[in-house]
């Protein structure tokens, strides 16, 4: 993994090596902290953590660019053109269009779902680049017994519900993704929530 790590910030330099991580968030420092940066925020749990309505609740003055809506947007949009790689491009560069608005209008970009994978991330990050000064991650992890409870409440209404055919899995693989990647790669400031 340190390989890994070493050999994507040598290839990407915008990248960190690992960020600061605390264990307390206060919205009012953050942003006073980072008043002439551009940030950009990304919400990092497992679905059903509660990324959403933490957003909803503590942020309420900013939009979140939420991919799995964009996605969900165009789908309904466009009705009787099946998913493809092609639709899958167009709603990837819907998406970091958003992103780069709000950075641009509001100085703050909170990305509240869409980059699970590191290579998504790495792909955003290097997208993206020039457009933010910061990236934060504000990492949501409760009990596995709370995020299960709330997946089977949601599934019918998320955009992927595929993802969580089998809860065990994801919830392991989520956490792997948490622990050993969002964590070490990308990011200035890392506050668990």
Not at 30 to 46: E, Q, S
Not at 64 to 86: G, K, M
Not at 166 to 190: H, T
Request: charged share 25%; with cysteine.
């Amino acid at each position: 993994m340190e390989d890994i790590k070493r050999q994507l910030c040598e290839k990407y330099p915008f990248m960190k090596k690992n960020g600061d991580i605390y264990h307390y968030f206060n919205k009012r420092k953050l942003i006073k902290k980072n008043r002439n940066k551009k940030m950009l925020i990304f919400m990092v749990g497992v679905q059903g953590a509660g990324k959403t309505t933490y957003c909803k609740k503590n942020f309420p003055e900013y939009e979140t660019v939420n991919l799995d809506e964009i996605l969900r947007t165009y789908l309904e949009a466009h009705s009787n053109i099946p998913f493809s790689t092609e639709v899958d491009k167009k709603v990837h560069l819907i998406f970091y269009n958003k992103i780069k608005e709000k950075l641009d209008s509001e100085g703050i970009a909170i990305v509240d779902a869409g980059v699970v994978h590191p290579a998504a991330r790495v792909e955003m990050l290097s997208i993206l680049q020039g457009s933010y000064s910061k990236v934060i991650l504000l990492v949501m992890n409760p009990p596995k017994s709370q995020i299960i409870r709330q997946i089977k409440g949601q599934m019918p209404n998320r955009a992927r519900p595929g993802l969580w055919e089998d809860v065990e899995e994801e919830y392991g693989f989520m956490q792997i993704q948490i622990q050993e990647n969002m964590l070490q790669m990308g990011a200035d400031e890392v506050y668990m929530i």
